[in-house]
């Protein structure tokens, strides 16, 4: 059972940047698509970014694309969302998630994902 483990949230003022790091253990993240999703108080779960096996496509919400970067580093089993010039619309919890089967293309739907961290809280304020 792979454990999924996220770190990097905090309390940010608009216009700053975080990093977002996933780690796995139990398990390795190659050969999966990894992504984020966020959810906000009161909302259901969004998808943010998704990264495909290879890491050679990714996949944004119209809402951070030129402001958020999903990338990986299959060696440290690492998936990372850096944030930059972040909005108070962007205050969540980010979840990371490991895709449910191998070798299959970027996705962005929830029920395409078989493991999810315990989330990090992102707060953004104005």
């Known amino acids: 059972q792979v454990q999924l483990v996220e770190s990097g949230g905090g309390l940010v003022q608009a216009g700053g940047s975080l990093r977002l790091s996933c780690g796995a253990s139990g398990r390795t993240f190659i050969g999966y698509v990894m992504g984020w999703f966020r959810q906000a108080p009161g909302k259901e779960r969004e998808f943010v970014a998704a990264i495909s096996w290879s890491g050679g496509t990714t996949r944004y919400v119209d809402s951070v694309k030129g402001r958020f970067t999903i990338s990986r580093d299959d060696a440290k089993n690492t998936v990372y969302l850096q944030m930059n010039s972040l909005k108070p619309e962007d205050t969540a919890v980010y979840y990371c998630?490991?895709?449910?089967?191998?070798?299959?293309?970027?996705?962005?739907?929830?029920?395409?994902?078989?493991?999810w961290g315990q989330g990090t809280q992102v707060t953004v304020s104005s």
């Open positions: 998630a490991v895709g449910r089967l191998l070798f299959t293309t970027v996705s962005s739907e929830a029920t395409d994902f078989g493991s």
